[in-house]
């Protein structure tokens, strides 16, 4: 049913309707509704389902830990410092090979301080192990939260999915939340592996000596690579079973006679699909390649639909500080070392801490690489902010 | 009453950071005032404090004070502390934290903090609940209230927090509210005075969070509930448990002489041939 709701609140009503067994999570900008309608739902009866607001993001990745190693269908949800927080927990959920799904309200992270929305913060945990899907709008935040327990119960990868904090979480939209019975039929219920039980005693998390470390690091690489399949099935069975596209790999629009192609993730894309219509009616041909899962990151469907392209912009909400663009470098490193073609591949850092994104910025963004390639640079900065600052 | 507001002025940075982000009525202003007046009767100068803060309402004070400061991550304020008081021991370091701040998130650094009895002054400020992030429960929400995340009471029993840090270890622990502003900036002062870490809990009021959801009325009625509450700590030791049940102890629960960390530090360093030229 069509329900006009906030981004967080499409995200926890459907959350609910995937029946995780145990939530826990610490409170923080702007994840927090998602958790509050959660705790509501369960305290309402509504959700059979384990709650506790626990003392640190720390508490909170481990008590999920403990309850996917139980066996339980375990969520949490957090951004920014408290992803920070997690992290050494966040890379023990992926090497036990736990079913966890995790929500990132993308938003940027300290110092200095600021709430708002960028994607460095899932960028930090880009390489632990996790899959992680990124949203464009509140529908597909919410449509992605069903696929995610049915990607990470196929694979046994945990799942992170991103939705750009604020613009999305905290924006209403309509969305169109399904009945609990379609979602029962599309998800069925979890089958845990591996759990700790006292019928089949078993430790988790042993020490791999020399011997095995690699292997087993080896194993889990090769699990993400492989979900790339599953990613791609599930989401065609959610398109059959609800009627509509949502997630998947990636994701295109007007890019077949396209000579610039923008590359991007999140919600930006509808800022940019704007932009492309308006140059579309002057007559120019610009495309669009929108990343939704970022890891694994697929490089030979990326590859397949811009084999053809030489002009290439990506417009990140990332920065590898003392490198460069991060999700410019995977679009690089997409394209065989062997391939002759003259591609020339820009790269705009942009939004940073909030900074909006305008369709005049990409605008410029646009001119600029039609002219010649852009190393890297970052969108819209105020020079007389940096002429005080430099040292 | 110019006067007061002169003294204020001098130590904010009225002209860069105002307006404040805090609630017209937040108890969070009223500790701030007490400890513009105990730093002023100290006699310190306004370089030689470091005023270091965590994340949430009781936070942003780092930024509008005009000493040192450090506007730090959510619950690590007494650490980035413990760097800043080792590396200059000269420095008069003063942290502010929220209830969540200091024992949720950050309950570790501090039982640990107490423990090692670095000379610091921790101002733990106490409105049962995460103002900032829109009023989920802390580990000082009372059993049975409201909170955005308890929507149907809360099951978990508080921490008390001044006698944790009692038995944490901690050389001073004084405990006010901030109806009680007299004895606010006495409690303030003696803490930046002692030798040794000392704990200052202010029992303070969210009404924006805490208040309207439990009922609690606003920041006047809240708090008259703090003057009813409060007993001096004097007065307590002549009351019975029973009469003293649903009440809160103000003054100094705890004032000892123990031997300072950098001063143990110094010690062991000479025993060990370390401290000689
Ligand atoms: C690692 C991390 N997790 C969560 C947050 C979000 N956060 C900011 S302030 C706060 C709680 C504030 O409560 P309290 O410490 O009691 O201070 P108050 O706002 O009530 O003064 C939280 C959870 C954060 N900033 N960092
Ligand atoms: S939310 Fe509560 S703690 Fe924060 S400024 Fe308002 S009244 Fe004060």
């Known amino acids: 049913m069509l329900k006009y709701l906030e981004g967080s609140h499409g995200v926890s009503q459907v959350v609910a309707m995937c029946r995780p067994n145990v939530i826990s999570a610490y409170p923080i900008t702007p994840q927090t509704h998602i958790v509050e309608d959660l705790a509501r739902l369960v305290g309402e009866g509504e959700l059979e389902a384990e709650f506790i607001n626990v003392?640190?993001?720390?508490?909170?990745?481990?008590?999920?830990?403990?309850?996917?190693?139980?066996?339980?269908?375990?969520?949490?949800?957090?951004?920014?410092?408290?992803?920070?927080?997690?992290?050494?927990?966040?890379?023990?959920?992926?090497?036990?090979?736990?079913?966890?799904?995790?929500t990132c309200a993308n938003r940027a992270i300290s110092a200095p301080l600021n709430i708002w929305n960028d994607h460095q913060d899932s960028m930090t945990v880009r390489d632990a192990g996790w899959i992680q899907l990124h949203a464009e709008d509140n529908q597909e935040a919410a449509d992605l939260h069903m696929q995610a327990f049915k990607i990470a119960e196929q694979t046994f990868l945990p799942v992170m999915v991103c939705m750009d904090g604020f613009i999305l979480t905290h924006a209403f939209e309509p969305v169109d939340i399904p009945e609990q019975k379609e979602v029962d039929a599309f998800l069925p219920p979890f089958k845990p592996q591996n759990i700790v039980d006292p019928r089949w005693p078993r430790?988790?998390?042993?020490?791999?000596?020399?011997?095995?470390?690699?292997?087993?690091?080896?194993?889990?690489?090769?699990?993400?690579?492989?979900?790339?399949?599953?990613?791609k099935q599930v989401s065609a069975e959610f398109a059959k079973a609800f009627g509509r596209e949502s997630g998947g790999l990636l994701k295109t629009y007007k890019i077949e006679d396209a000579d610039l192609v923008i590359i991007t993730m999140g919600s930006v894309a509808g800022t940019i699909k704007d932009l492309i219509d308006q140059l579309e009616d002057e007559g120019k041909k610009v495309g669009l390649l929108q990343i939704c899962s970022y890891r694994p990151f697929?490089?030979?469907?990326?590859?397949?639909?811009?084999?053809?392209?030489?002009?290439?912009?990506?417009?990140e909400?990332?920065?590898?500080?003392?490198?460069?663009?991060?999700?410019g470098s995977d679009v690089r490193w997409s394209f065989p070392r062997t391939e002759k073609k003259d591609r020339k591949i820009s790269c705009f850092v942009s939004g940073l801490g909030g900074r909006n994104i305008s369709i005049s910025d990409l605008r410029y963004a646009v001119a600029r690489v039609e002219k010649e390639p852009v190393e890297l640079e970052f969108l819209g900065l105020n020079p007389e902010i940096i002429a005080k600052r430099d040292m | 009453?110019?006067?007061?507001?002169?003294?204020?002025?001098?130590y904010l940075r009225h002209e860069k950071k105002f307006p404040h982000v805090w609630c017209p009525g937040c108890g969070n202003g009223i500790v701030l005032g007490a400890l513009i007046r105990a730093v002023d009767r100290t006699g310190f100068t306004k370089d030689q404090i470091v005023l270091v803060s965590g994340i949430g309402c009781s936070g942003r004070m780092s930024v509008y004070v005009d000493f040192n400061t450090l506007h730090t991550t959510h619950g690590r304020a007494l650490t980035f502390a413990t760097g800043v008081?080792?590396?200059?021991?000269?420095?008069?370091?003063?942290?502010?934290?929220g209830d969540g701040d200091a024992t949720a998130i950050g309950g570790n650094h501090f039982i640990h903090a107490a423990r090692r009895n670095l000379n610091l002054t921790a101002i733990i400020i106490n409105n049962n609940i995460y103002g900032m992030t829109g009023g989920q429960y802390s580990p000082t929400t009372p059993y049975g209230a409201w909170s955005a995340t308890a929507?149907?009471?809360?099951?978990?029993?508080?921490?008390?927090?001044?006698?944790?840090?009692?038995?944490a270890g901690a050389a001073w622990v004084g405990r006010g509210t901030v109806y009680h502003a007299n004895l606010l900036d006495q409690l303030m002062e003696a803490a930046i005075y002692k030798r040794g870490f000392a704990v200052v809990e202010v029992i303070s009021h969210c009404h924006t969070q805490f208040g309207l959801k439990n009922k609690q009325g606003g920041p006047v009625e809240m708090m008259r509930r703090q003057k009813e509450m409060a007993v001096r700590v004097e007065k307590a030791k002549t009351m019975t448990p029973?009469?003293?049940a649903g009440k809160i102890t103000i003054g100094t629960l705890v004032d000892r002489d123990l031997p300072i960390y950098t001063q143990e530090y110094r010690r062991i360093r000479e025993a060990a041939g370390g401290g000689k030229k």
């Not at chain 1, 697929?298 to 392209?309: A, F, G, Q, S, T």
Request: aromatic fraction near 6%.
């Open chain 2, 242 to 244: 029973e009469e003293l």
């Open chain 2, 151 to 167: 929507p149907y009471g809360h099951i978990e029993h508080p921490f008390s927090i001044a006698e944790l840090a009692v038995t």
């Open chain 2, 1 to 10: 009453m110019a006067e007061i507001t002169q003294l204020i002025h001098k």
């Open chain 1, 298 to 315: 697929p490089r030979k469907e990326v590859y397949r639909v811009l084999k053809d392209k030489t002009n290439l912009l990506v417009i």
């Open chain 2, 85 to 97: 008081k080792l590396a200059n021991p000269k420095l008069q370091v003063i942290v502010v934290m």
């Open chain 1, 55 to 102: 003392e640190s993001e720390f508490s909170a990745a481990s008590v999920v830990l403990g309850a996917s190693a139980a066996g339980a269908r375990a969520y949490t949800t957090t951004t920014s410092q408290g992803l920070l927080l997690m992290n050494e927990v966040i890379y023990c959920i992926a090497g036990m090979r736990l079913p966890i799904v995790l």
């Open chain 1, 203 to 231: 430790g988790i998390g042993l020490y791999a000596d020399p011997r095995f470390y690699m292997e087993v690091r080896y194993i889990l690489h090769r699990a993400l690579e492989k979900s790339e399949k599953v990613i």
């Open chain 1, 317 to 327: 909400k990332s920065i590898s500080l003392g490198r460069g663009g991060i999700l």
